[in-house]
């Protein structure tokens, strides 16, 4: 028996039974006992990658999930979409919430816990202790904070019940390849074809604002004006997000034994998807591919399995000059100038310059002046959409990066306990790598750290754990724990 979402009808027992433990207790507030009258076994065998993906229609909340998280920013892709940019920019969240009441209310249950669920759980409460802070710029705004981080973060806590076997993780990422990947195309047609792919409407930060689209804005082949593609959304540069991912994955999928024109359309996405990070001009991003690839890569030599780790290398050094050659066609020299840089300059003196500087300011002013927060609501869309611009005392604050972002909502404190999270997370992808036996099960966790491995390392240039970005990063750990977390508990004993 395989349960792989919320439409089955008996949970609570049945996934302990496929992972051959006992059931546990019903929890509290469970009315009537789940019986299955079938002895407790060990689980059936996964299937090989071919077969799991066999058809990629979603089935269950978790795999419906990461279409959502595609489908409905895209609405913003509609005209006239604006004046409802606040609930579409709520739905993504709400759904991870959704998750989050669906495992709460039905007691679904998960293989033990996952070791950084109590450090997000403190964080949480500390944050809730901050809505007493004086600087607190507006209840409803410290409120909108609270529940943005704890939407973040809580499909760590309910992905693991939705997530029983590695079929149901390959089955996510392979749907995570096609979203962003669709996602991806789009933002190369937009460079191509603005007229028919680029949105009516951009984001109101841009469509009122003439000098932060002029910086949006490149010189392309022939002097042709470009607008950095959104993509699916309406944020100029935002295509470079999926296109991360698209590019990983599409590389990951095309060296499995599939048909062989699965394996085709993964390559073409993970070309499109570096095609999109070019043509945003999005330095940061192209840096943090460069590095999931080079995790990957290092992961599957450390596995000893060096020749999929040569061939994921020799393909990823193709698709990069490929995709260089190709959106160059469409983004003229700037691309090859925009990019270089990254080549000419001191790395220290790039990122100093970029981003470097809020980071020492984040630590040097921000955290000495409030070494326990200033506040919740001071900063980024929580101020502007639920802040008070009468409060004169707690004034709007800037933070384009994670930890100056964690030292103004919960100062050193909640930096200290969302650090320790994370390398709770590290800690647990080298118990899967070093202890999992299975050579396929390795490979897919490696999948999963190395996407997760370039949101940790964004938290230095952007604020990944207030947006979607955390989001994707806590389900796809919750996935990866319950998929392996039974296969972890059997092979210790």
Known sequence: MRYSGMNTSAPDALSWIDDGLPAPPPPRGTIGVLHDDRA?????????VAAAVASLWPAGFAEWFVVAQTAI????FLPGSQALRLPIRIGAYATALAGLGLWWLRGLPTVGKHPAQGWLRLGAL?????LTHPLTNSLAGGIG???LYAAVFSAAFWAPSMVGRRDGLIRILALLL???GVNATVGVLQVYDPERWMPRELSFAFTGNRDALAAATYVGANGRAIIRPPGLFDTPGAVCGPGTVAALLGLIFALQPLPLWKRGAALAFSALGLAAI???HVRANFVITLGMMVVYSGLLLLLRQRTRAFGFAGCAALVLVAAFLGSSLLGGESIATRFSTLFEEDPRSLYYSARGQQLSDGFAEIARQYPFGAGLARWGLMHNYFGDPSNLDSTSLWAEIQPTAWVIDGGLVFVVLYSAALLAVLGRHWRLVSRLSDADDRVWVAAVIAVNAGTIALVFSFVP?????GLQFWFLEGALHGAMAGLLLQESR
């Open 145 to 147: 904070q609270l529940v």
């Open 278 to 280: 070019y043509l945003s």
């Open 178 to 180: 096609i979203c962003n």
């Open 465 to 469: 754990f207030t947006t979607q970005v």
């Open 126 to 130: 500390w944050l809730a202790l901050m």
């Open 73 to 76: 920013p895209a609405l913003l």
């Open 40 to 48: 407790a076994g060990p689980a059936p065998p996964s299937r090989p």
